[in-house]
């Protein structure tokens, strides 16, 4: 399973990137400290994507519900100073939450929280994966010009 979930994260990381170039392009973006550029993902969401996700997904609804329902967990400091895992509410339906959670997949692999040199969970990173992939490429033609 490892070069399979290699090979998904290659395919996401690739169109994250273009998705992160193709926003900055197109003006979804603010300037935060130092003039550091940050992409804008809830102005995209809301402005391209909109409320009407889910139904514009059609039969890739299936794969929102799940990132939706079963988002992926962020890493924060425990009391005695060690990094664990925290569940994140599965509260907010919308379509910055969506985004938002596709962000964190790519930030939990990104910055090795969840791969150093071995998969950690790999069904449930299969399968975060996946959804966001199949969710990107979905929508690509509103931002890809």
Do not use: C, T
């Not at 990137?17 to 900055?24: D, N, P, R």
């Not at 071995?118 to 449930?124: L, N, Q």
């Not at 969710?135 to 890809?144: A, P, S, T």
Request: proline share 2%; glycine share 6%.
């Amino acid at each position: 399973m490892d070069n399979e979930l290699d090979q998904l994260a290659f395919s996401f990381f690739k169109l994250f990137a273009q998705y992160e170039s193709s926003l900055k392009e197109n003006g979804f973006f603010v300037s935060g400290g130092n003039k550091k550029v940050i992409v804008d993902w809830d102005r995209f969401a809301n402005e391209v994507i909109g409320n009407n996700f889910i139904n514009d997904l059609g039969d890739k609804a299936e794969f929102a519900n799940y990132i939706l329902q079963e988002p992926p967990k962020r890493q924060s400091v425990n009391e005695e100073g060690n990094i664990v895992w925290q569940a994140v509410s599965n509260e907010n339906k919308s379509v910055q939450s969506l985004f938002g959670h596709i962000s964190r997949v790519r930030n939990n692999l990104y910055h090795g929280a969840k791969f150093n040199g071995s998969w950690f969970d790999p069904d449930r990173s299969k399968r975060l994966l996946e959804s966001s992939l199949e969710i990107l490429e979905r929508f690509k033609e509103k931002i890809m010009l």
